[in-house]
């Protein structure tokens, strides 16, 4: 159920006082609507309020705006503006304070968030323990010269890298036996005829055969030249 003329007047006349500030009727009907109050009721309440002097108005081509009097108001002299920009600057001031011990407080908060509760340190320790015996174990294993990798695997893996150094050994000889060949009676630069060819030897390419083949067990190595 919409208010009464009189209410609506009075809903009206509080809301241009408390904005006090240029306004249209529309601006009114947009802010007024929780009050169930219709754009047409609002003109005319804002209509009555001028004519009984409540409010003033002017005239802006076909659409009127609405002020409320200035006179109702007390207006403070000089020396009252210089005493509430101080209180004012003071109370600036407080605030800038407050939000730093907010500030800071919200950073211990956050800190001891960040720091572990005694249950979580006595976990950590324990796992760390853990952790710190096993790799004791096993350094124990290797000052005693125990071997961490059964010996059927070691001759598995010694057998793989044997013949992959042997298949490396074998190319390289076909490789050099046919590059002589090629190039024994060539006129070109041996160096700018291998980049034309876009070859590469070992050394190019930062590895050494008989660096790997140092790497094999005594028995199974064979000399330098062979």
């Known amino acids: 159920m919409a208010p009464k003329a009189d209410n609506v007047e009075g809903i009206v006349l509080n809301f241009v006082n408390e904005q006090n500030r240029p306004l249209n009727s529309q601006n009114a009907a947009d802010a007024l609507q929780k009050y169930n109050l219709k754009k047409t009721a609002i003109q005319k309440a804002l209509d009555s309020l001028c004519e009984r002097k409540k409010i003033s108005f002017k005239d802006y081509g076909k659409q009127k705006v609405y002020l409320a009097r200035q006179d ?3 207006i403070p002299n000089g020396e009252e503006l210089d005493r509430m920009k101080k209180e004012n600057a003071k109370l600036q001031q407080e605030l800038e304070d407050q939000r730093k011990a907010i500030s800071e407080v919200e950073g211990e908060i956050k800190a001891l968030q960040l720091n572990l509760t005694l249950e979580e340190i006595h976990a950590k ?5 853990n952790e710190v015996e096993e790799m004791e174990k096993k350094l ?3 000052r005693e010269g125990v071997t961490l990798v059964r010996p059927e695997d070691r001759k598995v893996i010694e057998k793989a890298y044997f013949e992959k150094i042997n298949q490396w050994r074998k190319r390289k000889r076909m490789f050099k036996d046919l590059w002589d060949a090629i190039t024994e009676n060539s006129p070109k630069d041996l160096k700018e005829f291998k980049e034309e060819l876009g070859l590469e030897y070992d050394e190019d390419a930062g590895v050494s055969l008989q ?3 140092d790497l094999m067990p005594n028995g199974k190595k064979r000399s330098r030249g062979q």
């Open 72 to 74: 109702q108001f007390d």
């Open 125 to 129: 320790k324990a796992k760390l323990t």
């Open 140 to 142: 124990k294993k290797l």
């Open 211 to 213: 660096s790997f083949s």
